[in-house]
C-alpha cells in the first residue's frame, strides 16, 4: 500500500475563462464567478496567472478573487517589482512564481532558479515575510529543486507540461521517461523537505499516474478544465477530475 502524505487538494485555474472575456472586451464569462463554482464544485483552492501584459486576468480580478474566495488563492506572478508589491498589497495564502516571456503562448518551461539564486532569496523573502506560502515552478531538475530549497521555498511545483505533450503526440516512451524523472523528482523534493505540487497541461487522461506520486500534496489544473466546461458544464467538468484524483490514490 503506498503511503499518501495527506489529501490531494485540487487547484483550479480560471485564468481562461478570463481570456474568453478579454477576446470581446465584455464583462463576461466572469472569471470570478467561475472561481466561487469551482469552490461549490469542490476545488480546494483557486489560482490566477496575473500576467504582465494583463492578457487574460487584470488587476481588478485579483481584487474580486480576493474579497469573494473562501477557499486559499494561489497567485501566479513572475518574480518582477510590480508583482511583487501587487501580492504584498494582497497578502494571499499562497504566491507561485513562474517565468514569464512576452512572446510565448503559456508558461513554456520552469523557472531557472540555480542561476538567480541570490535575486531570487531576495525577491521572494518579503513575500515569506507576509505570510504567503511560496512555490516556485520548476522542471523536474535535481539542481533546479536544490536551488529552491536554498532560497526558502515551502513549495516546488513540477512542471507536468512535456509529460503532457509527449502523451498528446503519441511519443509514449518519451512520456514515460518524464514520468519516471517527474515521480524521481516528487520524491527528492519531500526528501529536502519541501511540499511538492505539479501542474501544466493536465487532463483526464494524463492526471492519474501523477495523481498517484505519493509526494504530491497539490494540482493545479486550468486550460483542460475550462475547455471541458464547455462540453459538459463546470462543476461536472471538475468532479470527474476530482473522482480520477481520488480513484488514483485509492
Ligand atoms: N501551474 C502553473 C504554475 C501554471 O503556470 C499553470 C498555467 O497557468 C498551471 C499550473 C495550469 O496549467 P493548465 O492551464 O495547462 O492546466
Sequence with gaps: MTEYLGKLRLGVNIDHVAT????????????????????????????AHLREDRR?????????LMEALTVPLNFEMAATDEMQAIALR????????VPEKREEVTTEGGLEVARQENRLAHFIDPLRQA?????????????QIEAAARIGAAVVELHTGAYCDFHAEGKFA???????RLREMSTFTHALGLEVHAGHGLTYDTVQPVAAFPEIMELNIGHFLIGEAIFRGLTPAIAEMRRLMDEARA
Aim: charged share 30%.
Design 20 to 47: 474568453v472575456r478579454n477576446a470581446r472586451g465584455s464583462a463576461y464569462p466572469d472569471p470570478i464567478r467561475a472561481a466561487k463554482l469551482a469552490e461549490e464544485a469542490g476545488a480546494d483552492g483557486i489560482t
Design 56 to 64: 487574460h486576468i487584470g488587476d481588478a480580478d485579483i481584487d474580486g
Design 90 to 97: 494582497h497578502k494571499p495564502h499562497a504566491v507561485c512564481i
Design 131 to 143: 505570510g504567503c506560502r511560496v512555490s516556485i515552478f520548476i522542471a523536474a531538475d535535481k539542481p
Design 174 to 180: 518519451e512520456r514515460d521517461a518524464e514520468l519516471d
